[in-house]
């Protein structure tokens, strides 16, 4: 068995299922994109605090390079602007993102349902991102793990969801969380096409029951 260490290209197939999926949901869903676009600008409207652009871009790393992943803006602005003033960057946006103050009141509904990943569309196009990996991460967290011998967000492009999603509420440690990570890697190196396609399938319609639930906050 090769190294968890080893690079692991992303096979073609899933590749060009990523992008074709992408492509199929980005017409699909576009009337919700004008919907968020509409109750964006109504947000805006009847509260001026929660006002700012609709989407934005933070870095990110997939097979060891970095990118910029977008998103539907579901922090205050205000909220942004002391997260620039203390780091200079919003890397560490997720820690504005679990406090319901911070959030406008699209960006709570959003969150909610896992609404304001949906430009994370565009990134799949680009191969970026695939639907299913290991969640991408922050630059400074991903070296941080490089620095304990953690591989994970090097060897293997990064997923729009995965089995550390799909599985949050039962994972209840950081080695757990790796553990996951490094069983898809496992299943992409030893996979047949077919196998992995079925594999990816079922984290999807996971993922779609959990999107459902609501638990996104």
């Known amino acids: 068995m090769k190294n968890m260490n080893d690079f692991v290209p992303c096979p073609i197939l899933k590749s060009c299922f990523d992008k074709f999926l992408a492509m199929v949901m980005l017409l699909v869903l576009t009337p919700i994109w004008i919907l968020i676009f509409v109750l964006s600008k109504l947000n805006g409207l ?45 890397d560490d946006i997720k820690s504005l993102e679990r406090e319901s103050v911070n959030l406008t009141w699209l960006g709570n509904f959003l969150k909610k349902f896992y609404l304001d990943e949906l430009p994370q569309f565009s990134n799949i196009l680009k191969g970026e991102l695939s639907f299913v990996g290991p969640r991408p991460y922050p630059l400074d967290a991903y070296r941080k793990e490089l620095e304990q011998g953690i591989t994970r967000k090097k060897v293997a492009r990064a997923g729009l969801t995965g089995l550390v999603q799909i599985n949050k509420s039962k994972c209840k440690s950081f080695a757990e969380e790796v553990g996951l990570d490094e069983q898809y890697i496992r299943k992409v190196r030893t996979a047949s096409w077919l196998g992995l396609f079925f594999f990816d399938l079922k984290i999807l319609l996971r993922s779609l029951f959990v999107l459902a639930k609501g638990e996104g906050l």
Request: with cysteine; hydrophobic share 40%; proline share 4%.
């Open 46 to 90: 009847f509260c001026p605090s929660d006002r700012g652009p609709i989407f934005y871009r933070i870095e990110r790393v997939s097979h060891g390079k970095t990118f910029w992943l977008i998103k539907f803006r579901t922090v205050k602005i205000a909220s942004i602007d002391q997260l620039l003033a203390k780091h200079g960057r919003i």
